[in-house]
């Protein structure tokens, strides 16, 4: 079983006929749907977790399709949002993209582009939980650290020597590597240069 293709994709269009061809073109193909009929009646309704996409039209009557990428910018929204324009709202949907929509399909559109945009980002969401759940790893595998076991840790990225790290911090080698020992333990690296790179992948994310 294809597991992104259970992850639910929202329909958010004022018009029924095309909000209805959009739920039939995507159940066709063994996706999850659900269509809400105005940007106003999606948020009273559903809390977005987990992996999922949004399709939003762009121009509605009331709250607009930018006005509720705006709001769930906000929010802090983990799902991407595929905006559905007309030609004259093209440059909206482009400056809608760089400030991180995933991405717009200008009507009319066929049916594959939809579904490729629609793979594309229910991709790009899971990438980013997982992204996510490897950072909150991370940093709960730093945070076990003790303080001294973080002080070797910082001599080991720098790339110094057990004598170094113990004249540095003026204990014996024999305690250097037993807190290097612990330290390697608790952040699940098999070798120095796994530890290396992960902390300073980590720390490169984390910005």
């Keep these: 079983m294809n597991t992104t293709k259970q992850a639910p994709i929202h329909i958010i269009d004022?018009?029924?006929p095309f909000r209805d061809s959009l739920l039939w073109l995507l159940e066709s193909h063994d996706y999850q749907v659900e269509c809400h009929g105005s940007a106003e009646a999606f948020l009273g309704r559903v809390v977005l977790?987990?992996?999922?996409?949004?399709?939003?039209d762009?121009?509605?009557?009331?709250m607009s399709g930018l006005e509720l990428f705006e709001e769930l910018d906000r929010r802090g929204n983990p799902w991407p949002v595929i905006f559905i324009t007309g030609h004259g709202d093209v440059p909206m949907a482009v400056q809608a993209v760089k400030r991180g929509a995933h991405d717009f399909l200008e009507k009319p559109f066929n049916q594959q582009a939809l579904l490729d945009a629609v793979d594309s980002a229910l991709a790009t969401c899971r990438q980013r939980l997982d992204s996510t759940a490897s950072l909150s790893k991370m940093a709960e595998r730093l945070d076990s650290?003790?303080?001294?076991?973080?002080?070797?840790?910082?001599k080991v990225i720098e790339g110094k020597m057990n004598k170094v790290i113990a004249d540095d911090l003026g204990i014996s080698i024999k305690t250097v590597e037993a807190h290097r020992g612990k330290m390697m333990d608790k952040m699940g690296?098999?070798?120095?240069?796994?530890l290396v790179q992960a902390v300073v992948a980590y720390r490169q994310q984390k910005g």
Excluded: K, Y
């Excluded at 762009?58 to 009331?62: A, D, E, K, L, S």
């Design 14 to 16: 004022d018009d029924e």
């Design 49 to 56: 977790s987990g992996v999922g996409c949004l399709i939003v």
């Design 58 to 62: 762009i121009r509605m009557p009331g």
């Design 145 to 154: 650290l003790t303080i001294r076991e973080r002080e070797v840790l910082e």
């Design 189 to 194: 690296a098999r070798s120095i240069a796994d």
